[in-house]
């Protein structure tokens, strides 16, 4: 829980460009004792405190340092100022997957008998906390039509501890108007909690449209190669958690000495969110990234600039010779003219798109399936993010657990094809997609 020694990092790398951020914040290699360009990864459980006094303080947060690496580590500490230079935050905490990061984004405002109003299309493994999980400990979600502004607004009441959205929704690829969002959020007095993952930093930044809280799946994009689990949970910093609407903020909390987050932390309190998140979920619960998985995000990181590009680049080349396909019933690709999402992507998604593409296959569920079969240099696998294109019918995997009405309402109908496209050659991708498409007449 280095705070001061990130701040000042994040510091130095303010007037650097967004790539140059992508190699240089979060570690000084002038500072280290042995001059490393990397940052190292430091294997240990604890850490030696200088004396009573030393670990009382750091115990109470009166003083900044490392304690425990469940808390905190040096390998993790320098990813997590990474990705708050990246999306110009106050701080970020890591985390061992990103379903972790969403379910402690939640929990460390909300408590039984609390709720939130978040979008009926997600992310199936989302979808299936929000709709399973959590209400089992009392929380539960208000699912609305996340582009029915009004929808939103009304769901809302006075157990409502946050808004929830994804960037863009998985698989139906619905944009999210984060700053119509985050205004609605604000006049209720809850913040806005965005996952992400979809788009990256270099894609889209939310806090600069009003959002309070970003979550990442790590595991995706921003580390890139298919090689990690990792989440993240930044905080924008300046929300008023002791505004009376969160009671978690305003009691006392016997579990880290009696601390009253939202009103106890003095100049800490415009990343009080974040304190606690690390200090009683993360503490306690024990989600934390470990030191090896921080260095291979650190190392994915330094390339996500020009891989995006070249993502968003094949995508768009994809989603259109899908849409011209005979073979093919329908195309979302937030980047096609004539798709529901344009505008808000142009908007947003600073005219790329993305870089997911999802179609309806003619023959419904098992055409799907057969198509998904005859791929070749497609990976069949449940992920998304890699520099390989991957491909999946959600239906009968990732959202297998839904039924149909569920499947429709959370974007995922059975004919639909989830396709993540990599960075190959894009004469190779619509030569695999072409195949495949033959393959199911």
């Not at 009166?62 to 580590?73: D, P, Q, T, V």
């Not at 320098?78 to 990061?101: K, P, Q």
């Not at 582009?147 to 960037?167: F, M, P, S, W």
């Not at 298919?226 to 002791?242: N, P």
Request: with cysteine.
């Amino acid at each position: 829980m280095m705070i001061l020694q990130i701040c000042e990092l994040i510091f130095k790398g303010e007037k650097m460009k967004f790539n140059s951020k992508l190699i240089h914040a979060g570690w000084d290699s002038d500072a280290d004792a042995e001059g490393s360009i990397t940052v190292p990864i430091y294997k240990t459980t604890a850490y030696q405190f200088n004396n009573t006094e030393h670990a009382a303080n750091l115990f109470g947060l009166k003083e900044f340092g490392n304690i425990y690496s469940r808390l905190g580590n040096p390998t993790v500490g320098a990813l997590e100022a990474r990705l708050t230079a990246l999306e110009e935050g106050a701080m970020c905490v890591a985390l061992s997957s990103g379903t972790s990061a969403v379910m402690y984004s939640l929990i460390n405002i909300m408590s039984q008998g609390d709720n939130f109003v978040t979008a009926n299309q997600l992310y199936g493994g989302t979808y299936t906390m929000f709709d399973n999980i959590l209400p089992e400990y009392g929380i539960d979600s208000k699912k609305v039509d996340i582009t029915d502004l009004a929808a939103v607004e009304n769901a809302i009441d006075d157990k409502t501890r946050a808004i929830y959205c994804e960037t863009i929704t998985n698989p139906g690829l619905v944009v999210a108007d984060i700053s119509a969002l985050s205004e609605i959020a604000h006049s209720k007095g809850i913040p806005l909690i965005v996952d992400a993952t979809f788009t990256t930093s270099a894609i889209l930044k939310p806090f600069e449209y009003g959002a309070d809280i970003v979550v990442y799946s790590l595991t995706k994009w921003m580390s890139g190669h298919g090689r990690v689990i990792a989440g993240a949970v930044i905080e924008k910093g300046g929300f008023d958690w002791g505004n009376g609407n969160f009671p978690l903020y305003d009691k006392p909390d016997t579990s880290y000495g009696g601390m009253r987050w939202g009103h106890d932390l003095g100049d800490l309190g415009n990343v009080a969110y974040s304190l606690r998140l690390r200090t009683v979920p993360l503490r306690n619960l024990g989600a934390n990234m470990g030191p090896e998985t921080a260095f291979e995000v650190l190392s994915g990181l330094e390339t996500l600039g020009l891989r995006m590009e070249r993502h968003c680049e094949n995508a768009i080349k994809a989603a259109e010779y899908l849409s011209n396909h005979e073979l093919v019933e329908w195309v979302r690709f937030p980047g096609l003219k004539d798709d529901p999402a344009y505008e808000l992507s142009e908007k947003y998604l600073k005219g790329t798109g993305g870089t997911m593409v999802v179609f309806g296959i003619k023959g419904g569920k098992d055409a799907g399936q057969k198509f998904i079969d005859n791929l070749k240099m497609f990976r069949h696998v449940a992920n998304v993010g890699d520099t390989r294109s991957l491909a999946i019918h959600p239906a009968s995997t990732t959202h297998s657990q839904l039924d149909d009405e569920q499947l429709v309402a959370a974007g995922a109908p059975p004919e639909l094809v989830r396709l993540s496209i990599g960075i190959e050659d894009i004469e190779d991708i619509i030569e695999d997609l072409t195949q495949a498409l033959e393959s199911t007449k």
